[in-house]
């Protein structure tokens, strides 16, 4: 895969992967956001119906408010960079989320920070983005994307497990890392044999 400085190396990723019962233990990690590969120049819209795989009705109606790299959008048609940082969430409350919907009738009171899509980005290729989802959206997209793989690092991934409560642990969860099985247990700092700081395949099976 090809990379710039700035990206990381998605192909060096070590696969790591879970059963359906560690879904809401790591499901907050997409809150925080995840790595994903994908082709720069796509829409908004392809992304999230053909690289996300989201139900277009569910796309148009349920997300009611994207953020590309911090700038609420209104056109789908506007296509994403590499490196781009995608927020999704259903309507946001009050005034402020009324302005931030897309194409919502007070869009116009926020254009100075709107999203003005950018022609000169460059198409084609291998490129990453950093997927994020809020609200009532991440319990109903998260576990559907976690099982079509997101990419984060090993220290985010053990840091989460750190912060889960002894219950969790108490039916034996485990991981298949690298081909390896690992035990999950309520004492784990760390991923026993992997850098912090090295990218892991993240994939819940169905």
Known sequence: MNTTASQPDLSAAIPCAAGPEIVPAVLPLLQGGVLLDFTPGTTVESLMV???GIDP???FGRVQTIFLDGHPVDRLEDTVHDGAVIALSAALPGLIGATM????V???FRSGISHRNDA?????GDGVFTLKLFNVVLPELGPEILTR?????AQRFAGRLAMLP???FQDQPS???DGREVRLTPDMIALPGIDPAQLLRLTIRP
């Open 57 to 59: 009705e569910y796309a």
């Open 106 to 108: 007070l869009s116009s």
């Open 120 to 124: 000169s980005i460059t198409t084609g």
């Open 149 to 153: 793989g997101v990419f984060l690092t």
């Open 166 to 168: 002894t219950a969790f």
């Open 101 to 104: 919907r897309k194409m919502g």
């Open 50 to 52: 053909e690289r996300l």
């Open 175 to 177: 991981i298949i890392l």
